[in-house]
């Protein structure tokens, strides 16, 4: 999984002028030129009794290549979100899948809504690369066939499986990306217990990192609070 912040506008000063617009008025923009640090007890406050707007005064637009499936379950995420996608009408698509690694638990054990996953055999790994190169290779020999013989990129996409690869631009703000975070990632700090696939997790967990950077604080409130968005 491969993310990238590109482009933002976003630290805890932006928390902090929004909020005091509502006791400050104009006065508010002091904000701008003081150092956050003095005042993370405010950020702490709007965090704790979910005060969610001044967390939505910001900007990040993340380059994300993941396969298809994990942008699927990502689309779900509409609020506070926007996406704009790799095409598959308009380029050929390129022959990047996904095979997963001996890190990946394999077997899921339990009844649906609970479950656990669990470490897959040797000969389980074996298996999964090997069937999942396979169908793969077969599956992109065929696109690649269909585009030879004329038939339309938008139609020969059809046989290509949900592991290829795609790549898009997500752009959120800190209270829409916490949402997704309290969702589809597990942490030891979460009042709400989360069980997001391990590769949208993956996606989750790199995104986390860079917005930390960002906004310390706001990161720090939000895990101090149980890991729910505001």
């Not at 491969?2 to 002028?17: C, P, Q």
């Not at 006065?27 to 007890?41: A, V």
């Not at 009844?111 to 074996?126: A, D, I, L, N, S």
């Not at 391990?198 to 906004?215: C, D, P």
Request: with cysteine; hydrophobic share 35%; glycine share 6%.
């Amino acid at each position: 999984m491969t993310v990238e912040l590109v482009k933002h506008s976003a630290s805890d000063t932006d928390v902090l002028w929004a909020a005091r617009v509502s006791t400050a008025g104009e006065q508010s923009l002091e904000e701008l030129s003081k150092d956050p640090e003095r005042s993370k007890g405010l950020i702490n406050y709007l965090m704790r009794d979910r005060h969610g707007s001044p967390f939505e005064h910001n900007s990040m637009t993340f380059f994300v290549s993941a396969p298809l499936f994990v942008f699927r379950e990502f689309h779900r995420h509409r609020v506070g979100w926007s996406y704009n996608e790799e095409s598959g009408r308009y380029r050929q698509l390129q022959p990047v899948f996904y095979v997963p690694d001996t890190s990946r638990k394999l077997v899921q054990q339990g009844r649906p809504g609970k479950y656990e996953f669990v470490e897959g055999t040797p000969e389980q790994h074996k298996l999964t690369s090997r069937a999942m190169e396979d169908s793969y290779g077969r599956a992109y020999e065929t696109y690649q066939e269909m585009l030879a013989g004329g038939v339309a990129r938008e139609v020969a996409r059809a046989v290509l499986p949900v592991g290829l690869y795609s790549s898009m631009y997500a752009t959120c703000n800190a209270r829409s990306l916490m949402h997704f975070l309290g969702l589809r990632t597990q942490h030891e700090q979460a009042k709400v217990p989360s069980f997001p696939q391990r590769e949208i997790e993956m996606v989750g967990q790199q995104m986390e990192e860079q917005w930390a950077k960002l906004m310390p604080l706001t990161h720090a409130a939000f895990n101090a609070n149980g890991r729910v968005a505001p």
